[in-house]
């Protein structure tokens, strides 16, 4: 069973920066793909930006040219640099990995604590 935990989140101002975090429990070499989602209150979760077959990446149309999706395998440890934030970024965000054609935390419905971000002057 793999422990994902994400961190890295806090305040920012409009135009800045946060690199969120995601430590997996085991080697992220066993999964096929990675992803960061995002979700606000009373809203579904929404896909953010993935890492598929370990090279192709694929973003949101509204995280495209500002985030960037990057592993570090000697870590164990999945990166979402967002760049450019804005106040549409607020939300609390939530990585997932897939082993085969299962998305770990998808399939399970437990999706943890995530890592909350707040765009705000």
């Known amino acids: 069973q793999v422990h994902l935990v994400e961190s890295g989140g806090g305040l920012v101002q409009p135009g800045g920066s946060l690199r969120l975090s995601c430590a997996s429990s085991?080697?992220?070499?066993?999964?096929?793909?990675m992803a960061w989602y995002r979700q606000t209150p009373g809203n579904q979760r929404e896909l953010v930006a993935g890492?598929?077959?370990?090279?192709?990446?694929d973003y949101a149309d509204a995280a495209k040219g500002r985030f960037t999706i990057s592993r570090d395998n000697a870590l164990n440890t999945i990166y979402l640099q967002m760049n450019s934030l804005k106040p549409e970024d607020t939300a609390n965000y939530y990585c997932?990995?897939?082993?085969?054609?299962?998305?770990?935390?998808?399939?399970?419905?437990?999706w943890g604590q995530g890592t909350p971000v707040t765009v705000s002057s």
């Open positions: 997932d990995v897939r082993y085969g054609s299962v998305w770990m935390r998808g399939s399970s419905g437990n």
């Open positions: 890492i598929f077959g370990g090279r192709q990446t």
């Open positions: 085991v080697n992220i070499g066993t999964f096929n793909a």
